[in-house]
């Protein structure tokens, strides 16, 4: 089993519409919890890091939910600038050196 | 702030040639760095981490090393490079928690 698992897409939106991700991850220890966005041949960039609580970063909304080890990603009104690859990314428990476990991504398409 | 520099760009090498890509970090000091491979269609797979000068860690056997000469550089290389060895490699260093990626080297080998 995979450590991260997301669903591959491609999720083929409109422009205007609500598109959430779900990404689950294996490890229970894990303590960190990012969305990281990664344009076509471009390196991945951090798009925000996701707490327990919720939080909201303008149109995208990332949940945790540690006891189903299940981490979301919404995104409302979608831009033609949001087509790209999320990827879920955890830290890897354990040591000081802050390994990052990447799921393989989900490629977002939105049309106009 | 702090930035990372990746060369080359892209890069094309024969089979059984050697391997030097480079990474320098600007804007922090003792940053933890790390070598990531992402093959077509594929994940990033975590090559090689570093947390101080001369401080390599190696997380998969394979014929490519790390070294890291200065406290913001960091250097990936081959000896003799297969064709398997193709990919988008990317150089990142430590947040708080996050990393933060460079532009990263396109490299095919044929």
């Known amino acids: 089993r995979k450590e991260v698992e997301q669903d591959p897409g491609p999720f083929n939106v409109p422009e205007g519409a609500t598109v959430a991700f779900n990404c689950t991850y294996s490890?229970?220890?894990?303590?960190?919890f990012f969305w990281y966005r990664q344009d076509c041949r471009k390196e991945p960039k951090l798009l925000m890091s996701?707490?327990?609580s919720g939080n909201e970063d303008g149109r995208f909304t990332a949940q945790l939910n540690r006891a189903s080890q299940y981490i979301s990603l919404l995104i409302r009104d979608s831009k033609l600038s949001d087509s790209a690859t999320y990827l879920c990314?955890?830290?890897?428990?354990?040591?000081?050196?802050?390994?990052?476990?990447f799921g393989t991504g989900t490629l977002l398409a939105v049309q106009p | 702030s702090q930035t990372i520099h990746q060369w080359p760009a892209t890069l094309v090498q024969p089979v059984g040639s050697p391997l030097s890509l480079e990474c320098t970090v600007e804007?922090?000091?003792?940053?933890?760095l790390y070598w990531y491979r992402q093959a077509a269609g594929r994940g990033l797979q975590l090559l090689f981490y570093?947390?101080?000068?001369?401080?390599i860690s190696s997380e998969v056997p394979q014929n490519l090393s790390a070294s890291r000469p200065q406290d913001r550089q960091f250097i990936l290389s081959s000896k003799k490079l297969l064709l398997s060895d193709s990919g988008f490699y990317l150089c990142?260093?430590?947040?708080?928690?996050?990393?933060?990626f460079g532009p990263g080297t396109r490299l095919t080998v044929t």
């Open positions: 996701v707490y327990s």
């Open positions: 804007g922090t000091s003792n940053p933890n």
């Open positions: 990314v955890v830290t890897h428990p354990g040591g000081a050196t802050n390994k990052l476990i």
């Open positions: 490890n229970s220890a894990s303590q960190s």
């Open positions: 570093s947390v101080g000068i001369g401080q």
């Open positions: 990142a260093w430590k947040g708080t928690n996050e990393q933060y």
